[in-house]
């Protein structure tokens, strides 16, 4: 992270925690008290619990939204809606979202455009798997993945969330070398093909994030801040993120 820039701590529970573990989580990060941004992003259902009980400064999204407002999507979730109850942001493109849901680009576009449209913040996810990594195929994917899904987009609401498939839940996270190297192309691809702001867009680290590392990585210039999945679903977990940042 340069100077200047704001760091933000993304909790993605996923399909995890319990009405009693949200209880317990709220109230203990209710004394946190960090210069970060401080965001989450519950499963669906537990949404309107977090909003009723989360501390004023903690942000609460969505780990995916629809690529319409209303109709007959059985089992979505629209961005509208999302709005309406108060929702800050939605992950889109999410490789969970990408490999186990078969989503693709151009669905990826039109889900990140629809959110756009209703005021949400956009953290749109982009990384390579372990095979695409070894075939030297890094820059080309996150290319073809930043083009085709943020296309013509200009947007201040727009973060973009750097996570290798090979790190996500697995404990390896990617090496400060890696990590530097992708952000890097990241923001230069932004600058140089794209209509996103190449210095202001926040360009997270996600994968095996951890207290543990979140200080490295974010001594990194192009690295503005973490997606977290299992080390965000404890309070004190996630309060270390915050201290150590
Ligand atoms: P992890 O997940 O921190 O558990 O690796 C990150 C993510 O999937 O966003």
Known sequence: MSGGRDVYIVGNWKMNQSLEEIDSFLNQISTLNSNNHAWIAPQALHISKCLEKKPGFLKVGSQ????????????????KSLKEIGVHFTLIGHSERRSLYGEGDDLLYKKTLKALENNLY??????????????????????????????????????IAYEPVWAIGTGVTASPEQASDAHKFIRNFI???????????????????????????LSNEDIDGGLVGGAS????????????A
């Open 233 to 244: 679903l404890k309070a004190d977990s996630y309060i270390n993120l915050h201290k150590n």
């Open 191 to 217: 600058k140089e093909n794209m209509k996103l702001d190449s210095q202001t867009t926040p360009i997270l680290y996600g994968g095996s994030v951890k207290p543990e590392n979140i200080k490295e990585l």
């Open 64 to 79: 995916n939204c629809a690529h319409e407002d209303s109709g007959a999507f059985t089992g979505e979730l629209s961005p």
């Open 122 to 159: 956009v953290i749109f996810c982009i990384g390579e798997t372990l095979e695409e990594r070894e075939a030297g195929k890094v820059e080309e994917v996150l290319s073809e993945q930043l083009s085709n899904g943020l296309r013509d987009i200009n947007s201040k609401n727009v973060l």
